[in-house]
C-alpha cells in the first residue's frame, strides 16, 4: 500500500506490528537513513478511539525521555493519522521474557529500574500512564528499555492528588481499587502494575491469572499470589510493598527510587528519573548541518523548528541529535525535503 503523503519523506518496508485499529510500518528516512517506525491509523476504524490517538500525540510532544519511545513526526490527512516514531527492534518485552522463561533477578533489576525511570518522570510531569504491562516496553538496538502506547494516560488539572474515574488497562494488570470502579489516584495504580511487571519478569508468568474473570478480579481484590521458594527475600518484599491491596499502605514512587532492592548495584545508587536531555533542546551543530542543507541561515532555521511543529523537519532534527549522540557523522542525503 502506498500512502502519497510518505513517499518522498520515507521509504516504507515490511509490517513489523499491527493492532485493532493501527498498522506499524518499518520505515527509512530518506534524508538521513535512519530507521523510524510510521503507526498508520485509519480515522474511520478508530471511532471513539480518535480522542484516545490526539491524547497519545498531545502527551508525547510534552514528554522527553531516554526510557519513553520518541515521537518524531505527526502526520494527519482527512482519512489517516500517521505518527513517525522511534524504532525499537529489540521487540516486545513480553516477548523477551516468554524466551527466556523468566529473568534472573541482575536483569530483572536492570530493566525495572529503567521502567522505574520513565514512570517515575511522567509523574513528576502530572501524567498517570495507566496501561503498564510488558506489552507496552520495547527494547530498542541496545537491549534498552522504552515505555510506550500513551493513549489512556491522564493528566488530571489539579495534578496527581487528584483522583481519577475512568476504569481502564488491562485486567491482569489493574489494580482493586480500579476493578471496584472506585475513584483511584493514577499513581498509586501505575505503581500496582509496576509490581505485576516486576513479578513477571522474575517469574516468567503472572501474580494474577485465570480464565475466569471474576476468579482474576476475587484474586486481585484479595491480593492473593503465590511467591515460588527460589524468589529471594529482598524481591518478595519489593513486590509485597507494591501489591498492597490498600492503595494508601502501597510504596510510593519516591520511595520505591531509593528502595534498597532496587539500589543494589555495583554503584548502590538510587534511580535518577530525570532525563539526559532537554525537551526542546538546541544543538547548533545540527541546526548548522540542516540550515546548509535547506539554503537557510542557522537563525532561520531554528526559527522554523522552534515552533516543534512535529513535521518532516522534527523529525530530520530530531534523528540527527540522537546520532551525533552516538558519535555519528551529522549525514544528510542530497535529495529535498
Request: proline content about 5%; some cysteine.
Amino acid at each position: 500500500m502506498k500512502y502519497i503523503d510518505l513517499r518522498n519523506q520515507y521509504i516504507l518496508e515490511r509490517t513489523i506490528g499491527s493492532g485493532g485499529f493501527a498498522k506499524v510500518k518499518l520505515a527509512t528516512h530518506v534524508l538521513t537513513g535512519e530507521k523510524v517506525a510510521i503507526k498508520i491509523m485509519k480515522k474511520a476504524t478508530l471511532g471513539e478511539d480518535l480522542p484516545r490517538v490526539k491524547l497519545e500525540i498531545d502527551a508525547l510532544k510534552n514528554i522527553s525521555h531516554q526510557h519513553i519511545c520518541k515521537l518524531f513526526q505527526v502526520i494527519e490527512t482527512s482519512s489517516h493519522i500517521f505518527m513517525v516514531i522511534e524504532y525499537c527492534p529489540g521487540g516486545e518485552l513480553l516477548d523477551h521474557i516468554v524466551e527466556r522463561q523468566k529473568l534472573g533477578e541482575r536483569e530483572s533489576r536492570i530493566f525495572f529500574r529503567q521502567i522505574l525511570s520513565a514512570v517515575a518522570y511522567l509523574h513528576h510531569l502530572g501524567y498517570a500512564h495507566r496501561d503498564l504491562k510488558p506489552e507496552n516496553v520495547l527494547l530498542d538496538k541496545n537491549q534498552k528499555l522504552k515505555l510506550i502506547d500513551f493513549g489512556l494516560c491522564a493528566k488530571p488539572e489539579g495534578g496527581l492528588e487528584s483522583q481519577l474515574q475512568t476504569s481502564c488497562g488491562s485486567p491482569n494488570y489493574a489494580a482493586p481499587e480500579v476493578i471496584k470502579g472506585k475513584q483511584y489516584y493514577g499513581s498509586e495504580t501505575d505503581v500496582w502494575s509496576m509490581g505485576v511487571m516486576l513479578y513477571a519478569l522474575l517469574c516468567g508468568y503472572l501474580p494474577f491469572d485465570s480464565e475466569s474473570i471474576d476468579q482474576l478480579y476475587d484474586k486481585i481484590l484479595n491480593g492473593k499470589y503465590s511467591e515460588p521458594t527460589w524468589m529471594s527475600p529482598g524481591s518478595r518484599k519489593i513486590i509485597r510493598s507494591m501489591l498492597k491491596v490498600e492503595p494508601g499502605q502501597r510504596i510510593k514512587i519516591q520511595d520505591l527510587l531509593d528502595h534498597s532492592w532496587v539500589k543494589r548495584t555495583p554503584e548502590d545508587r538510587p534511580v535518577n528519573f530525570r532525563p539526559d536531555h532537554e525537551l526542546h533542546e538546541k544543538d547548533d551543530d545540527v541546526i548548522r548541518a540542516m540550515a546548509d542543507h535547506k539554503g537557510l541561515t542557522p537563525d532561520e532555521l531554528w526559527s522554523q523548528l522552534n515552533e516543534w511543529s512535529y513535521n518532516y523537519d522534527t523529525c530530520t532534527y530530531l534523528l540527527l541529535v540522537a546520532r551525533k549522540k552516538q558519535g555519528l557523522p551529522l549525514r544528510l542525503n542530497p535529495t529535498e525535503f
